[in-house]
């Protein structure tokens, strides 16, 4: 026995010292790593452990209660409502930019060719303006005696529709302002098709549809895939759009988080809200992610 | 597909996509309109224009302060993420070591997350910790979501990037600081320009992380959006179109001098 633990001793202590011994690339990955730990997953742990904690008080890690939860699915509590539009939301939102997109991207990989590179500037650029900013002018746009309004008066028309503030323009602006993030995504899936297959297809007397159907969409999916996740989560969190196109007349999930962190000062339960948020999107996205093969994806040139 | 059919689609695809960039650029000209008119509420036609509101916001005090800390934040931010993301890309990309699938998963977490959540979770830690929001704790906010996204803009980079180049310079001697200094770097140029680039923009035209983790100290989109719920002025959208003037110039600035680099190596 004692000779097998000293014969074995000094390769375990190599093993070890290798094992510990960072490689380069966990090396280079370290600073990213420890900057995602301290400021997004610590956070969330975080909300994890206020929304155990006694309803209104700040005490983290000192108490455990389910109530924050009880509350939220309580029968009597209209939270449900605030997240069943957002998810409302979210969907038409996925759906809408899949066909508003789905062109552009098309264009992008396809047809514009040598102009292709500014236009894709020209769509990635608003992401530099604010959003409340660009959700801003649509509201000077479409505000009585606003852009549009007074210019169908000055035609001698009789004016534009009051749209401001109903859910539909909601919607409106979320399409707007998340479309960059279906675009892109669906443009790199694109890129992904070779040229050549559907060359072959349509030499072999394929139809149009036809190859759409059976090679441009099945081999672009992973791209259209991460541009519907990425459009669905982010729209399942907007709250600007609500508060500036909306006006309020739609309360979103976000924005009943927010209540509950600052005007209601009940940190448990937005706490507990956030947590519900976050587990739904994240079943989502690891899900989508784990079935993903990033290489392939951003590596292609 | 005949002659004719792949021309009317192709027809279609430009004329559709020239529609939506007007619909994309149609509220900043809206906003730019309105900077430019005289009287303190919108009206469209406008009947009287002026510059009066873009002189009251650039002699604003108030507004100086705020400018210097969106830039600062931005500076900031930029350098911090550049450093982290440019490994954090060769991470990604270019070495292969046991934990990168994971890691490559984790990077896309915070960009799958939505900015205001992520804001409140932050601000909830940072009181937990006892830490004063403050402009400072805005620049950590910004990187969380910023460096993965640069790490993203570089990691395209160096999927490009042959890795013999590398093993050659090794060959001839070069320590691993000098291959690092005079062949990975210049190589991975462009791409660190652009995730630069993309650094300031972000951080300059982020609203949600400000609006949570900035405490007392105000960005001009968290500065904007409080006019805008209460209290409108046309010093907003003249505010509004100088930020996007300010980002559409320094897009155009770094996008010239990256082709002036590229042509000035390949001189």
Known sequence: ?301 | MSDRAKRRSNAFIWSWTAFVLVVVYLPIVCGALASFNKSRYFGFPIKVYSTEWWQKTLDSIEIGMLVRNSILIALLVTAISVVIATFGALAFARYDWRGRRLYQKLILLPIFFPQPVLGLALLLSFSALGIQTSWMTAVFAHLVWIVPVVTLVIAIQVYGFDPSLEEAAFDLGCSRLQVFREVTLPLLWPGIWSGMLFAFLLSWSNFPLSLYTAGADSTIPKWLYAKMVAGYTPMVPALGTMATLGAASLLLAGGVIGMLARRRRLA
């Open chain 1, 1 to 301: 026995m004692a000779d097998v633990a000293i014969a074995r001793l000094p390769e375990t202590s190599a093993e070890l010292r290798k094992a510990r011994a960072l490689s380069l690339g966990a090396r280079c990955a370290l600073p990213v790593a420890v900057l995602l730990g301290l400021g997004f997953l610590a956070p969330i742990l975080a909300i994890f452990g206020y929304a155990f904690a006694t309803p209104r008080s700040f005490d983290l890690f000192r108490s455990f209660t389910l109530e924050n939860f009880a509350t939220i699915f309580s029968p009597s509590n209209t939270v449900w409502v605030s997240f069943a539009w957002s998810c409302g939301f979210a969907l038409f939102t996925v759906a809408i930019l899949a066909l508003v997109a789905y062109p552009i991207a098309y264009g992008l990989t396809m047809v514009f060719g040598r102009a292709a590179p500014l236009i894709s500037v020209l769509f990635v650029f608003p992401l530099f303006v604010s959003e409340n900013v660009r959700l801003y002018g649509w509201v000077l746009f479409f505000i009585k005696n606003g852009v549009l309004d007074g210019t169908l008066k000055w035609l001698g028309l009789p004016g534009g529709p009051e749209v401001l503030f109903t859910p539909g323009i909601t919607l409106f602006g979320m399409v707007y302002t998340y479309l960059p993030f279906m675009l892109f995504p669906m443009t790199l899936g694109l890129a992904l098709v070779p040229r050549d297959l559907v060359d072959a297809a349509r030499d072999l007397g394929a139809g149009r549809l036809f190859i759409w159907r059976e090679i441009e969409l099945p081999l672009a999916m992973p791209g259209i895939l991460i541009g519907m996740l990425l459009t669905f989560v982010l729209a399942i969190g907007a709250t600007a759009e609500a508060k500036i196109l909306g006006g309020q007349s739609i309360i979103v999930i976000s924005h009943d988080i927010e209540i509950a962190f600052t005007y209601s000062q009940n940190w448990p339960l937005g706490s507990a809200l956030a947590v519900v948020v976050t587990v739904f999107i994240g079943a989502l996205t690891l899900f989508a992610l784990s079935r993903l093969d990033l290489d392939r994806m951003l590596g292609r040139r």
